[in-house]
């Protein structure tokens, strides 16, 4: 297990703009040729579109000393003089930067920034949110990565990058009959989806139709796996823009609502009881015996929701419904 890093910390003072030539040149890259810097996800979510701080894309920055010698670096108190975030779409083509990082690295203001040093195999670490750096404004998958500046932004020619990791911004999870994320209607609370098992999240789910909650119904449904089971639809979405495929799961989770399409998911029983619950890390099945009312008797039938794990949460991708008959 690597050492906790030793920190020396020193506060001081730097204009932006007064910093010499002469002092930013003698500084030498090879100061840095044992020292990486390497991202991960932190708490890695759903990830949408803009909505910074209710749904922001958390990457853990680990920079560490593999050398022999001592390492030295400056790090700003404001990391947006110290790092940058990178992230191009499939076609190469760079997201823009906010207007906040444009606006604070454009003004003339003092920089603070402490000096931390790193033995052998020490390393320091630190959470950014990506969506402070840059705007992501459409639903795509994009390749992620950070350049960061050890001698602060001013100097940076003395760059060091990171791995790369790959991203990806779903369409926003609007609700099709409106334009407004699903809320708590008695605290005007966010739906966010919890860390809860694979039966808990099926029972959820169907108390949900029951009640006709279709916010809380679709919290734990993946639409798009759900959408691609009949192979034209798959092939027409995946043939498809990104605005394309939100108009195409907003009008499927609409034909979902109207009990157009696979009625047997949207189906209310009068009752339910689980039956047997089995997964592993990531995949699982739940069976579940559910009763239907008719005007002089119940149908009864068993379904089994297929379950898959994805960033700590589990959703219903799939299910199939046997009918055992009538009571």
């Known amino acids: ?30 100061n840095y040729k044992d020292a990486s810097v390497t991202i991960k996800f932190y708490d890695r979510t759903m990830y949408y579109p803009d909505n910074t ?49 444009v606006r604070k690295r454009t003004t003339n203001q ?30 795509s998958i994009y390749y992620l990565e950070l350049s960061f500046y050890p001698e602060l932004y001013k100097s940076r020619y003395i760059e060091l990058k990171s791995n790369r990791l790959t991203l990806e911004i779903r ?29 808990k999240v099926v029972e959820q789910t169907i108390v949900a139709r029951q009640k006709s909650l279709w916010d809380q119904f679709f919290l734990y449904i993946d639409l798009e796996t759900m959408l691609k089971k009949d192979p034209l639809r798959k092939r027409q979405y995946q043939n498809s823009s990104s605005k394309e495929c939100a108009k195409m799961l907003e009008e499927f989770k609409s034909n979902l609502m109207a009990e157009r399409i696979d009625t047997d998911i949207v189906a209310i029983p009068e009752r339910f009881e689980i039956v047997r619950t089995t997964y592993s890390a990531t995949e699982g099945k739940v069976i579940v015996l559910e009763w239907f009312k008719n005007p ?32």
């Open 1 to 30: 297990m690597k050492k906790f890093t030793l920190v020396i910390i020193t506060f001081l003072t730097l204009f932006a703009h007064t910093v010499s030539a002469q002092g930013l040149f003698n500084t030498d890259m090879s």
């Open 53 to 101: 701080k209710e749904n922001p894309i958390l990457v853990h920055i680990t920079i560490c000393n593999n050398g022999t010698e001592t390492l030295r670096f400056k790090l700003a108190d404001d990391r947006m003089f110290s790092a940058d975030f990178n992230a191009y779409n499939v076609k190469n083509i760079g997201l823009d930067q906010t207007d906040e990082i």
């Open 110 to 139: 003092y920089v603070y920034f402490r000096e931390i040093a790193l033995e052998t195999g020490e390393e320091y670490s630190f959470i950014e949110n990506v969506k402070d750096y840059l705007v992501f404004s459409e639903p």
């Open 171 to 199: 369409p926003s999870p609007t609700a099709a009959s409106s334009n407004v994320i699903p809320v708590q209607s008695e605290t005007a609370q966010i739906l966010k989806p919890q860390p809860i098992s694979p039966d």
């Open 296 to 327: 002089t008797f119940y149908e009864k039938k068993q379904y089994t929701y297929s379950v898959r794990q994805r960033d700590g949460i589990w959703h219903i991708y799939d299910y199939t419904v046997d009918n055992l008959g009538t009571e």
